[in-house]
């Protein structure tokens, strides 16, 4: 059935390592988004990206990195340089990026150890 | 940068009342959209209220919007406790329009 699919569900990472969080759409949409959500406190968007091998800074840009090779996937990258990782990563999509809804993935929950 | 605001940022309420929650933005808008959060899931869409709407109903909730105060409220009738989720208000970015900025939301808790 259709979705966006976003994977692992948790993931632990050591100081000093990048990991890479999947987000996955089978929607046929357009446009794909990163945020982080901090526990309390609303999304802040990372990265977006309206449409194939294009993709835009959101609020809170430094220490991620995305690619978008593919209308289907949108990975996100946490780096090292990230100073404070730990968070739940949302991803989502929608079709016409001025006009619609989104639609989100389930979100991973990233903690450093 | 928030586009969005809502208050109050918390909200008990007994079941059965009413629940407003209230959003404020910055910039023009096409459109307003309001979503629901259960805790450490991910966002459902509730309801678009386009810009030259002033008022939506989809079941219990009801929207407004206010272009000229740069507001919009939701308003939930007839609580019940499985309505007891965050609630965010998500509007265009201040510099592009394909960018989807959420306000810092509104906790909502519905008492049995």
């Known amino acids: 059935d259709g979705g966006i699919t976003q994977s692992p569900k948790y993931l632990f990472r050591k100081e000093g390592q990048n990991v890479t969080l999947s987000c996955e759409q089978n929607l046929n949409h357009d446009a794909m988004y990163w945020y982080r959500q901090d526990p309390g406190q609303g999304l802040r968007l990372i990265y977006y990206s309206q449409i194939v091998n294009d993709f835009q800074k959101g609020d809170i840009a430094e220490g991620y990195s995305v690619s978008r090779e593919k209308k289907e996937s949108f990975p996100l990258t946490v780096t090292s340089a990230q100073k404070n990782p730990t968070a739940f990563y949302l991803c989502?999509?929608?079709?016409?990026?001025?006009?619609?809804?989104?639609?989100f993935g389930q979100g991973t929950r990233l903690t450093v150890v | 940068s928030q586009q969005g605001e809502e208050d109050p940022q918390a909200l008990s309420i007994q079941e059965g009342e009413n629940a407003t929650m209230n959003c404020s933005y910055k910039t023009s808008i096409n459109n307003l959209q309001w979503y629901r959060q259960n805790s450490g899931r991910g966002l459902v869409h509730l309801i678009l209220i386009r810009s030259n709407e002033r008022e939506k109903h989809s079941g219990r909730l009801r929207v407004t919007l206010d272009t000229s105060k740069k507001s919009s409220s939701l308003l939930i009738t007839a609580s019940r406790a499985a309505d007891t989720a965050s609630y965010f208000c998500a509007t265009r970015g201040m510099d592009s329009s394909y960018k989807l900025i959420f306000g810092s939301g509104t906790r909502l808790l519905v008492r049995p």
């Open positions: 989502a999509s929608r079709s016409d990026p001025a006009n619609t809804e989104a639609f």
